[in-house]
């Protein structure tokens, strides 16, 4: 209800008044996480690795803190009353007890912070992987966010059902001499050993930030290279081949490329049409026409597809359809040996209707680039 003089509830009054720096800040890192996720151009490993690291080590169970333990540390003393007996609480109760005022220092609520948070991505996370609802770091990033943002509000109503004398806030003018205070201060030795261990937690972390985000990461990169083609439905599947051609007619088939390389790629890719002989216990060579090459560029974690049509001109049976893919620039003399990777295709080429099949038995030197971009069937 309003008051008399015309003046906004005390209920809008406590809550604007329980907002201080600290909120502040967990939500423009919240902003900034969601901004990662849903922006491309920001989904780039460093970025949101730092960003994964600000949500495991500490913003959501310090959201939590709050909701748990609003009081700031000393508002209660150890008869779970108030030091400053005058003020009561909005229900009218001076007991803080009766209202759940709980209390911790500076340094458990960072503490318990770091905990919960491992605990709530690590369950997040888990979830994510099972139920292969999207990709696993964006989108345990982008759950936490959510959840994380749900419980601020609780968080401000149990801070502003405090008198203020009495709530925890955080002003960004104190936080070094907090700081200072509740890691170097310590009254106590078990205060003393749970700093040490704090701080060699936090240099623990920033250590394996600084390693994920530097480290050449050579191990697990791969990248996938495939053929499809499409069914009578137009979707994309990697089965019924094209094995028989007739010299000069157009055939469609698509080359895929999965970039798992965690760094942008410029691939080539190389088609050729191969008549082959095995010559102890080695494949020869004996014929190679060139049909198309591609330069594309690819992202990580990107894929690129290219529906094209292939024509040959060579003519004969068991013949190799080659694709050879090579990072950067190939070699002066492509090969399934030096390529990076290679599909292989066994087709039949016939001569048209009429034709001398022996006049098409060469490659035709006038014919190398016969293959044509297509455009994706809708």
């Known amino acids: 209800m309003g008051s008399s003089d015309g003046?906004?509830?005390?209920?809008?009054?406590?809550?604007?008044?329980?907002?201080?720096?600290?909120?502040?800040?967990?939500?423009?890192?919240?902003?900034?996480?969601?901004?990662?996720?849903?922006?491309?151009?920001?989904?780039?490993?460093?970025?949101?690795?730092?960003?994964?690291?600000?949500?495991?080590?500490?913003?959501?169970?310090?959201?939590?803190?709050?909701?748990?333990?609003p009081?700031?540390?000393?508002?209660?003393?150890?008869?779970?009353?108030?030091?400053?007996?005058?003020?009561?609480?909005?229900?009218?109760?001076?007991?803080?007890?009766?209202?759940?005022?709980?209390s911790i220092s500076a340094l458990k609520r960072l503490g318990f912070?770091?905990?919960?948070?491992?605990?709530?991505?690590?369950?997040?996370?888990?979830?994510?992987?099972?139920?292969?609802?999207?990709?696993?770091?964006?989108?345990?990033i982008l759950v936490v966010s959510v959840v994380t943002l749900v419980v601020i509000p609780v968080a401000l109503r149990r801070r502003?059902?405090?008198?203020?004398?009495?709530?925890?806030?955080?002003?960004?003018?104190?936080?070094?001499?907090?700081?200072?205070?509740?890691?170097?201060r310590s009254d106590s030795r078990a205060d003393l050993a749970l700093t040490l261990l704090?701080?060699?937690?936090?240099?623990?972390?920033?250590?394996?930030?600084?390693?994920?985000?530097t480290a050449p990461k050579e191990k697990g990169t791969f990248s996938e290279f495939y053929l499809l083609t499409t069914n009578q439905t137009g979707d994309l599947v990697a089965d019924d081949y094209p094995t028989e051609f007739v010299a000069g007619e157009p055939r469609p088939i698509v080359v895929g490329i999965g970039n798992q390389e965690y760094e942008p790629v410029t691939y080539t890719?190389?088609?050729?049409?191969?008549?082959?002989?095995?010559?102890?216990?080695?494949?020869?060579?004996?014929?190679?026409e060139r049909l198309q090459q591609f330069s594309p560029t690819v992202s990580h974690n990107d894929t690129w597809l290219q529906y094209h049509q292939i024509e040959p001109e060579m003519t004969g049976t068991r013949l190799r359809l080659t694709y050879l893919l090579y990072r950067d620039a190939p070699p002066a003399t492509p090969t399934t040996e030096n390529a990076y990777r290679d599909l292989r295709l066994w087709i039949n080429v016939s001569a048209p209707q009429g034709t001398n099949a022996n006049a098409l038995s060469a490659p035709q030197q006038a014919n190398t680039n016969a293959v044509r971009p297509v455009a994706a069937p809708r």
Request: charge should be negative; glycine fraction near 8%.
């Open 7 to 69: 003046s906004a509830p005390e209920g809008s009054r406590s809550l604007v008044g329980a907002v201080s720096a600290d909120l502040i800040v967990v939500v423009a890192l919240l902003g900034v996480g969601i901004a990662t996720v849903l922006t491309p151009t920001l989904r780039i490993e460093p970025v949101q690795t730092l960003i994964g690291l600000l949500y495991v080590s500490f913003v959501p169970g310090y959201v939590l803190s709050l909701v748990l333990f």
């Open 160 to 184: 502003a059902e405090l008198p203020p004398a009495a709530r925890f806030r955080v002003s960004l003018r104190t936080v070094p001499s907090t700081a200072s205070s509740a890691l170097f």
């Open 71 to 102: 009081a700031a540390d000393g508002a209660v003393d150890e008869g779970n009353e108030p030091r400053d007996a005058t003020e009561t609480s909005p229900s009218g109760s001076d007991r803080p007890g009766e209202t759940g005022i709980e």
């Open 113 to 140: 912070a770091a905990g919960a948070s491992f605990v709530l991505v690590a369950v997040v996370g888990t979830a994510v992987s099972l139920t292969s609802i999207g990709e696993q770091v964006p989108t345990t």
């Open 269 to 288: 890719v190389i088609v050729e049409l191969q008549n082959v002989r095995l010559e102890n216990n080695r494949t020869v060579v004996l014929e190679r």
């Open 198 to 213: 704090f701080v060699t937690m936090l240099l623990l972390a920033a250590g394996s930030v600084g390693y994920a985000v």
